[in-house]
Every structure is written in C-alpha cells, then in structure tokens.
Nanobody, 124 residues
Framework: QVQLVESGGGLVQAGGSLRLSCAAS????????MGWFRQAPGKEREFVAA????????YYADFVKGRFTISRDNAKNTVYLQMNSLKAEDTAVYYC?????????????????WGQGTQVTVSS
C-alpha cells in the first residue's frame, strides 16, 4: 500500500501562486509515476500533470502548460505542483495520485492510490 498526504492548498488572488506538496509513504518503491488531478464543483475530475518517478519525465494538460510545474524529490518521496499565474477557473480540489502503471499515466483510471485532496480557491 501507498499512502499520500497533500498540503499547500489555500486561497489566493488571481495572478498569484501556490505550491502543493504530496508526501508518499509505504511501498513507495512500487511507484512508477505520480500525478495531480483536480475536480471543480459540478465537473468531472481532470488530469493536471504527471511525472515519471525515476526519470523525471513530465506531462501537462494543455490548460496549465507554461503556468504549472510538477517536480519531485526522490529522497523525500515527495512530489510538488508549483502553480503560477493562477486563474479563477483553476479553483478546485486538487488530488495527488500514484500509479504503478507504465503507460497512459495521464488517465486517472491508471492510478490506484489517491490522497485526500486539498482545496485551491482563486479569487478574481
């Protein structure tokens, strides 16, 4: 089992920045990739960003390219999501997830481990 704990959410004005953190524990050696997803009220969960744990390859949804950066600290078993130039439409609960899958890591169905979520609210 893998446990994930997110932190760093909060309220920020449009144009501001936040950094989310996700600490993994347990059978972290089995993790192949980690991702961030988000779900706004009344909307389906959507992919935000992912990173392959060993090589560091990163993947982003089009709507966050150039604004968000995913990174990881292998020694701390922690993944980060740096969010800049935030917009009101970025308001959502952000979830960290981990997967042992090798392919299709932009799909939420590939992730078997999820954090509890952290609220990000961007005021316009």
């Amino acid at each position: 089992q893998v446990q994930l704990v997110e932190s760093g959410g909060g309220l920020v004005q449009a144009g501001g920045s936040l950094r989310l953190s996700c600490a993994a524990s347990g059978r972290t050696f089995s993790i192949y990739a980690m991702g961030w997803f988000r779900q706004a009220p009344g909307k389906e969960r959507e992919f935000v960003a992912a990173i392959r744990w060993s090589v560091g390859s990163t993947y982003y949804a089009d709507f966050v390219k150039g604004r968000f950066t995913i990174s990881r600290d292998n020694a701390k078993n922690t993944v980060y999501l740096q969010m800049n130039s935030l917009k009101a439409e970025d308001t959502a609960v952000y979830y960290c997830a981990a997967t042992t899958a090798v392919y299709a890591i932009t799909q939420g169905s590939r992730y078997g481990y999820w954090g509890q979520g952290t609220q990000v609210t961007v005021s316009s």
